[in-house]
């Protein structure tokens, strides 16, 4: 038989996969991928239901349901000031990962180069290949996982067309403050690139920090393409309901690849998001105070066990450094926790295509129930 793609020839299996089917196999408690082990609010199930009994069970406009598409457009109006037509700017997606995939294939030609921030999400290599395109990795300095503006200037040549922002950023847990944002919008519009900002963690912030949407910056709102995903605001990732909200022409190029890779997206869940939405300011306090608890409780106990790092300020994850307590990198220490400790976690140098960084730290996920929390650091204790 003939081969392949040669798109996918170098393709490996995602890490997060490989790690959830190792913890399986190791009977290991999973902090590693990135999904609650718990279930979201009872109210928005029922309102799935209801849609369900209501007769919303048949193909939505490809483009996402009406309701849908107007509450996207009045929270982004209500929390940013930002104004996105729900007509000609606002996309529903099969989750974030499928927005990012047509914000790619739809912008990008062979040979354009896409800087990509490390560490990142791994799904934006994959697009960028799949669409010809070249990652050019910058890397996110650790410990605070700042950008050097200059290393990010000459990493921009006149190939570069787009650039991926992750803000609140996963795996790091970071929180971009303004002056950061203004310094990376600065050089996009100086070379004339589009930016496509993944915040799916928009409302899991503490701590006083703020979100800070990239489209909000002067400048920005016509380049900025933002993605973001109701699965990681109400705790339903299986849901998989995403959405991008760009200029008329970015919009129309996503749609033309989005009617042909999944064209509609599920209508009852898409009508409970729709109400879910409208209820943001009275569910959103309890979401945010639920995750903190988690990350404090989890943060306290990594601190008795002698790892030292700065507590998050945005998502539910913790990059931890291990050095202190291994000298194996991420990889082969990701592996002995899975297999010794029964812990499993995500090796971050899987985020990475510059810097040896990763090597150094373990990804941790929180957003897990009290006694999967409690089990895992038992088990963490035997270190």
């Not at 082990?37 to 928005?44: A, E, K, M, S, Y």
């Not at 193909?59 to 940013?80: C, D, V």
């Not at 410990?143 to 040549?157: G, H, N, R, S, V």
């Not at 008329?248 to 599920?266: D, E, G, I, K, N």
Request: aromatic letters at 12%; one cysteine or more; a neutral charge.
């Amino acid at each position: 038989m003939k081969d392949t793609a040669l798109r996918v020839a170098d393709f490996k299996d995602s890490i997060f996969g490989v790690i959830s089917r190792l913890a399986r196999e190791h009977q290991a408690v999973n902090l590693g991928q990135g999904f609650p082990d718990f279930d979201g609010p009872d109210w928005l199930k029922e309102v799935a239901y209801k849609k369900m009994q209501e007769g919303h069970n048949q193909y939505a406009p490809f483009h996402g349901t009406q309701n849908l598409r107007q509450e996207i457009s009045h929270y982004y109006k209500n929390f940013y000031a930002l104004n996105y037509d729900p007509e000609t700017e606002v996309t529903v997606t099969v989750g974030a990962t499928e927005a990012i995939y047509l914000v790619i294939t739809g912008l990008i030609n062979p040979g354009d180069e896409v800087v990509v921030l490390e560490p990142f999400y791994d799904s934006y290599v994959a697009s960028i290949k799949m669409a010809g395109g070249i990652p050019v990795p910058v890397t996110m300095h650790a410990p605070d996982f700042t950008i050097d503006l200059k290393e990010l200037e000459a990493a921009i040549t006149p190939r570069t067309k787009l650039l991926i922002l992750n803000n609140p950023h996963n795996p790091t847990g970071k929180v971009w403050d303004k002056s950061e944002l203004m310094g990376v919008s600065q050089l996009v519009m100086k070379n004339d690139l589009y930016l496509l900002s993944d915040e799916v963690y928009e409302f899991l912030v503490f701590d006083g920090a703020k979100h800070i949407p990239t489209a909000t910056l002067d400048g920005m709102r016509e380049r900025t393409i933002t993605v973001s995903s109701a699965g990681k605001t109400f705790g339903l990732t299986g849901w998989k309901i995403g959405w991008i909200c760009a200029n008329p022409s970015v919009t129309r190029a996503c749609r033309l690849v989005h009617q042909y890779v999944t064209f509609a997206v599920s209508t009852p869940m898409q009508e409970a998001v729709a109400e879910g939405l409208k209820r943001l300011p009275d569910y959103l306090p309890g979401f945010v105070e639920l995750y903190k608890g988690k990350r404090d409780q989890f943060y306290g106990e990594l601190k008795k066990l002698g790892f030292e790092f700065s507590i998050p300020k945005g998502t539910y994850f913790m990059m931890v450094p291990i050095s202190k307590h291994t000298s194996l990198n991420d990889v082969d220490f990701a592996m002995k926790l899975i297999k010794e400790y029964k812990v499993a976690t995500v090796p971050p140098s899987a985020f990475y295509l510059k810097s040896t960084e990763g090597e150094k730290f373990l990804r941790f996920c929180f957003a897990k129930k009290d006694e999967t929390i409690k089990s895992a650091v038992q088990n963490l204790n035997r270190l």
